[in-house]
C-alpha cells in the first residue's frame, strides 16, 4: 500500500469508528433523557460518520487500492475508557473525547483541502469539513448538556484528571529529527506533509480545545500544554480512574 492508499485507507476506518463511538455515546444520551433535539443531531453526526467512511473508501479505491471491504478493528469499536462507570460519566467521556477529536478533525482537514487538487480528494475533504463542523459543535453541545444535567461540581470532578489523556495522541506524539515528505502528486490527493501535521493538531490544542475546557470551568485557567504533558506522562499509558494490569 503507498503513502496515498494508507492515508483514505485509515481514514475510513476512523470514521467508521466514529460511527460506532457516537452511536454509543446516543445510547447513552437516550438513556439519560436529553432533550430531543440534542439526541436528533447525535443520530446525524452517526450517519454522517458512516458516509465519511463510505467516500474515504471510494477515494482508497480511486487511488487504487483493494476494492475488497476495510478489515476493521473490533476492538476499536467500542468506548471502553470508563467502562465501569455508571451512563453519565461514560457519556461525558465520551462528549469529551469526542470534543477533542471533532477539533482536530476541523484543522487536519482543512490542510487536506488546501493540498488537494485530485477533484475526487477535494469532494471528499470539502464534505467532511463541512461536517466536522456541525460535529465540533455538536459535541461541546453535548458537553454542556451533560454538564447542566450532572451539575458543574461533579462534572469538573471528572472531566478535568482526564484532560491530558483524551489528548493523548496530540501531546504524546514524538516526531523524529527528519520526518519523510509527500511529493506534490501524493499532496494532491490531500496528505499533509507529518510535521505541518503534528504542528497544526498541536496548535489546534493549545488555541482552541484548551480555551474552550478553560471558558467552562472544566480546567484552571493558568494550565498549559506542557502541565498537561506532564500529567500525561504520570499516567504510563493507563487510562486516569484504571489501575495498572497486574503483573505475573
Ligand atoms: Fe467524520
Ligand atoms: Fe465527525
Known amino acids: 500500500m503507498n503513502d496515498v492508499q494508507r492515508t483514505w485507507f485509515r481514514q475510513a476506518r476512523t470514521e467508521y469508528t466514529a460511527a460506532s463511538l457516537v452511536a454509543e455515546m446516543t445510547h447513552w444520551l437516550i438513556r439519560l433523557g436529553v432533550g430531543p433535539d440534542l439526541l436528533v443531531r447525535a443520530t446525524r453526526v452517526v450517519s454522517d460518520e458512516v458516509r465519511h467512511a463510505t467516500i474515504c ?144 493538531m498541536r496548535q489546534t490544542v493549545e488555541a482552541q480545545v484548551l480555551p474552550r475546557f478553560q471558558s467552562r470551568g472544566l480546567l484552571e485557567a493558568e494550565a498549559t500544554p506542557a502541565m498537561l504533558i506532564a500529567e500525561l506522562e504520570a499516567l504510563g499509558g493507563v487510562p486516569p480512574g484504571r489501575s495498572p494490569p497486574a503483573t505475573a
Open 57 to 200: 473508501r471510494e477515494l482508497y479505491v480511486h487511488v487504487g487500492g483493494d476494492p475488497g471491504p476495510v478489515a476493521l478493528n473490533p476492538r476499536a469499536l467500542a468506548h471502553a475508557d470508563d467502562p465501569d462507570a455508571p451512563t453519565h460519566l461514560r457519556a461525558i467521556t465520551a462528549a469529551g473525547e469526542l470534543a477533542c477529536e471533532e477539533s482536530v478533525a476541523l484543522t487536519v482537514f482543512r490542510m487536506r483541502l488546501e493540498n488537494a487538487r485530485d477533484p475526487m480528494a477535494r469532494e471528499v475533504c470539502e464534505v467532511i469539513l463541512r461536517d466536522e463542523a456541525t460535529h465540533r459543535v455538536f459535541a461541546w453541545d453535548t458537553l454542556d448538556a451533560l454538564t447542566a444535567l450532572v451539575g458543574q461540581e461533579a462534572t469538573r470532578a471528572w472531566v478535568r484528571p482526564r484532560i491530558a489523556w483524551w489528548l493523548r495522541t496530540y501531546l504524546g506524539a514524538k516526531l523524529r529529527p527528519v520526518e519523510p515528505t509527500f511529493p506534490p502528486e501524493d499532496l494532491a490527493f490531500g496528505l499533509i506533509d507529518r510535521r505541518a501535521h503534528w504542528a497544526a
